[in-house]
């Protein structure tokens, strides 16, 4: 058996890549309801409305608004959280949605990453209740799940997972102006660290070998390659820890 009811409030970037994955999976879309201010239709078959249904509350409820909004939608959904809610929200902790939605049977803090959309993201948990099989089924076809117990960690994990494609594609694009300063074609440049970038990564996935020793391999003893990352090792560690030390203090912020 699987969810024959379910709603996403809000359906923007993320919520959307999530769904996306899911009818790609097979999720029929008569068993789902958007709800978004602008009734923006979401997938055919998909039920779009702008204003929370008057109806018995779906077994899965995913708050995919932004976290500062959270305040404004929780009070009319009591009556459609009585059964799992799924909240995606950055840096809101499960006490503070237990307090928004008091009569859900569990709660479920998720944070996934926009490559959900190919069921090649990434997805921690921390929830108030083992979670059940129906919606580890839904979360295993997004991609990696990872559960994080200590929730105190959930902001650091926000910064890594759910933001770090963002900081993966600047690299993409340093890569491609970098290129484009030493003359190649700006387009051509952006095309080969693109495909650089994800050849590498699909090699570093299949192979089993740490990312540190596969750049092992690829800088030949006295040859260019270790010229380049004697510069990138004199800072990116450094940079990258401020990177998601800053991200991290945002997300504990939006928390509250
Ligand atoms: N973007 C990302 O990569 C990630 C985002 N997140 C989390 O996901 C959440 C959403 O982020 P993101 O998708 O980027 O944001 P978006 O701005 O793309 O989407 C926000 C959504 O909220 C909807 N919305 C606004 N007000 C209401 C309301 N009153 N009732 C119902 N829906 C409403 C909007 O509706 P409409 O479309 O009609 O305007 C929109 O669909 C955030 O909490 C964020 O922390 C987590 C991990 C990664
Ligand atoms: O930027 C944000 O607030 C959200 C959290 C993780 C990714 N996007």
Request: glycine residues 12%; contains cysteine.
């Amino acid at each position: 058996m699987s969810f024959r009811r379910i709603w996403l409030i809000g359906c923007g970037n993320m919520a959307s890549a999530m769904l996306r994955r899911w009818l790609d999976c097979g999720l029929d879309p008569a068993h789902v309801t958007v709800v978004r201010p602008s009734g923006a239709p979401v997938a055919p078959g998909v039920r779009v409305v702008r204003d929370v249904p008057d109806e018995p509350a779906p077994e899965l409820l995913l708050i995919g608004v932004k976290p500062q909004m959270l305040g404004d939608v929780a009070p009319g959904l009591q009556a459609a959280s009585t059964g799992i809610v799924l909240s995606i929200l950055a840096g809101t902790k499960l006490t503070s949605l237990r307090a928004h939605f008091p009569e859900a049977g569990s709660i479920v803090r998720a944070m996934p990453n926009l490559p959900v959309a190919l069921g090649k993201g990434v997805v921690a948990t921390v929830s108030d209740a083992p979670i059940a099989p129906d919606l580890a089924r839904l979360l295993d076809q997004l991609g990696l799940v990872e559960h994080v117990p200590d929730e105190t960690l959930f902001d650091a994990v926000t910064a890594l997972a759910g933001s770090g494609p963002a900081f993966a594609y600047r690299f993409v694009d340093a890569l491609a102006k970098g290129g484009a300063a030493l003359g190649l074609d700006p387009a051509q440049a952006s095309r080969l660290a693109l495909a650089t970038v994800g050849g590498a990564l699909a090699l570093a996935r299949g192979d089993g070998t740490p990312p540190g020793e596969l750049a092992e391999r690829v800088a030949s003893k006295g040859g260019s390659t270790r010229e380049g990352l004697n510069v990138l090792d004199t800072g990116l560690d450094d940079l990258v820890a401020e990177c998601l030390a800053a991200a991290t203090r945002r997300n504990a912020e939006l928390g509250g």
